[in-house]
């Protein structure tokens, strides 16, 4: 590692605010890495190398620097959120391409922190799949060029592994942060419901839909959660994010960890691998004194029917402002299922509240439950926006099917890298390994932490704890 690129959020902060290195020269460094990657990886819609210069530049004169929690560090915003004077094309060709007049809030506290935007990130048309494919390119995970990165934040995730920004910002309506966070190699976390100001398109798929960080190391993610929360955010004030457990011990007294690897959708397979990372994970925690114990979580065969429901009628809603025809096929055929669903009232306030109710049930002696991110690698990345509906959402429903019970909840989950295995993949059918930077033919693996409401400093705190203990690789091999 050298210069700027490949170090955390934490560390460029704190080097930008002593005034050991002018903003300028870090995102300078950050620019020519993405000049260089960006083309085998496709992270980027759009890089705003000579606004994020100017604004590096003006951040350097102000004699607060020291006192900005993000000083100088480089950003990535995921294209569904407004950033001012840019155009916010959610992956689409329908979307018009008009500035935004004001930057979203979740960019304005960025900012404020003294965070500089360099650029905007690839996303699936409407966010709606979990490849991260468009008219505008498809994005690659940097760890095997072969596969996709994952969605919908899949280039916030890309841009993340590769280096090519130590931080950024994604939103999660079905797993899209936690998704792409896996097949990354990343850590992502979806805050819970108020932690994180929202505002996504008309009513973030029924409310399911939260903003939050992705990052390479815990620390980085709980200092960009306390950015994006803000003063009165919703976190659990009796564990203030300014504090992390310095031995990254979670708690005063141990957990009450639950194991579960079965799958919420009856009949999906899950990998071996990933069944092994759950494992592996109970063994560190036990490690650590907590108590950890096999418990299945309470999925009930409605429920991925419940949340398919919300996901439909968010597509349909968000669909309904733009031209249809220029919306991809598969895109069209999502919006008319969800003006469908909508019209039969299959979108129920109900189903929520008997899932919470199970949950509370079941956290009544648990405090976090550990589950696999993902049940297989993340599928080839290939155009996935010209393929039919049913493909797509049989190829989404069969890799990613753990994430979408804890949008339904509006609970907090958290996206952890597992090092222990880095499994050896066989190059995506049709293509080969490439020998671009970053194309290791190796993907890592990842498990996901879940707590009741108010437990995103639980989950950092678990996650800071396992980074000690199992530290993984923040960068893909030749990314950074």
């Known amino acids: 590692m050298t210069g700027w ?30 000049e260089r990657l960006d083309p085998h990886v496709g ?18 004169g102000r004699a607060d620097l020291a006192a900005l929690p993000l000083a100088g560090v ?21 979307t018009p391409d008009t500035p935004a007049t004001a930057d979203h809030e979740t960019v304005r506290r960025l900012r404020a922190a003294g965070a500089v ?11 709606i799949f979990g490849t991260t494919d468009s008219v505008f390119g498809t994005t690659r995970s940097p760890w095997d060029l072969s ?43 979806k805050p819970g419901a108020g932690v994180v100001p929202a505002d996504l398109g008309v009513d973030g798929w029924s409310q399911m839909a939260e903003n939050g960080p992705i990052a390479t190391c815990a620390a980085d993610a709980g200092l960009m959660l306390r950015v994006l929360a803000g003063d009165g955010g919703g976190l659990d004030a009796g564990a203030g994010l300014t504090s992390l457990p310095a031995d990254g011990a979670a708690d005063a007294v141990p957990l009450r960890i639950a194991l579960s690897a079965r799958c919420p959708g009856p009949g999906i397979p899950v990998d071996p691998a990933h069944t092994a990372a759950v494992r592996d994970t109970g063994r560190h925690l036990a490690a650590a004194g907590h108590r950890v114990g096999r418990a299945e979580a309470p999925y009930p065969l409605w429920l991925g029917a419940a949340a398919v ?30 003006r469908a669903v909508t019209r039969a009232g299959l979108v129920r306030p109900g189903q929520r509240t008997r899932w919470q109710e199970r949950l509370e049930h079941f956290f009544t002696e648990h405090d ?24 797509n959402v049989l190829s989404n429903i069969r890799y990613a099917p753990f994430s979408h019970p804890w949008n339904l909840a509006r609970w907090p989950a958290l996206a952890l890298p597992v090092p222990v295995a880095l499994i050896p993949v066989a190059p995506a059918a049709g293509g080969s390994v490439a020998s671009a930077p970053g194309a290791a033919g190796r993907l890592p693996l990842s498990v996901q932490l879940v707590a009741p409401p108010g437990g995103e400093l639980r989950l950092l705190a678990l996650a800071a704890e396992l980074e000690r203990r199992r530290p993984w690789p923040r ?6």
Request: charged letters at 20%.
């Open 5 to 34: 690129t490949g170090r955390t959020a934490t560390e460029i902060a704190a080097a930008v605010g002593v005034r050991q290195v002018a903003p300028r020269e870090v995102v300078a460094e950050h620019l020519a890495l993405i």
């Open 43 to 60: 992270a980027f819609r759009k890089v705003l190398a000579e606004r994020a210069l100017h604004d590096a530049d003006a951040l350097a």
């Open 74 to 94: 480089p950003v990535a915003i995921k294209d569904n959120l407004p950033v001012e004077g840019e155009a916010t094309r959610h992956g689409s060709a329908a």
């Open 117 to 127: 935007v360099i650029g905007l990130t690839a996303v699936p048309e409407l966010c």
């Open 147 to 189: 596969r996709s990165s994952g969605g919908s934040s899949g280039g916030s995730a890309a841009a993340v592994a590769a280096g090519m920004v130590p931080i950024a910002l994604g939103n999660d309506g079905m797993g899209s942060i936690r998704i792409p966070s896996a097949s990354c190699g990343v850590l992502g976390l």
């Open 309 to 338: 429901a919300r996901w439909l009628a968010g597509t349909a809603a968000e669909a309904a402002r733009l031209d249809p025809a220029l919306l991809a096929a598969r895109t069209r055929r999502h919006a008319a299922l969800g």
């Open 368 to 391: 976090v439950l550990v589950t696999p991110t993902l049940a297989r690698p993340a599928p080839p990345a290939e155009r996935w926006h010209t393929r039919g509906w049913a493909a």
């Open 475 to 480: 960068t893909a091999p030749e990314a950074g």
